[in-house]
């Protein structure tokens, strides 16, 4: 049975910081993409970062130098380092397995002064 746990959402202030933590079981993690991605409350759920098997990662426009994506495979653990948030990173960050098609249940994150 695949699983994601994600934690470490919360409230932050505007230019906070944040370390979101996906655990994953139930798949062989190392040899798959994985990703983060978020919906925000009338939105559709946008693409955040992937990193591949190899490391390589891609982000979208609005959180380029500002988020990194990481993996520890020795873990199975995904993470997602968030820096200088503002308002409009307000959502539920969800974690993918994307080789396997699998999601995590999600994690709020809000940022409001």
């Known amino acids: 049975q695949v699983q994601l746990v994600e934690s470490g959402g919360g409230l932050v202030q505007p230019g906070g910081s944040l370390r979101l933590s996906c655990t994953a079981s139930?798949?062989?993690?190392?040899?798959?993409?994985m990703g983060w991605y978020r919906q925000a409350p009338g939105s559709e759920r946008d693409l955040v970062a992937t990193i591949t098997s190899g490391g390589m990662t891609n982000y979208a426009d609005s959180v380029k130098g500002r988020f990194a994506i990481s993996r520890d495979d020795a873990k199975n653990t995904l993470y997602l380092q968030m820096t200088n948030l503002n308002p409009e990173d307000t959502a539920v960050y969800y974690c993918?397995?994307?080789?396997?098609?699998?999601w995590g249940q999600g994690t709020q994150v809000t940022v409001s002064s």
């Open positions: 993918a397995a994307v080789a396997f098609g699998a």
């Open positions: 139930g798949i062989n993690f190392s040899v798959g993409a």
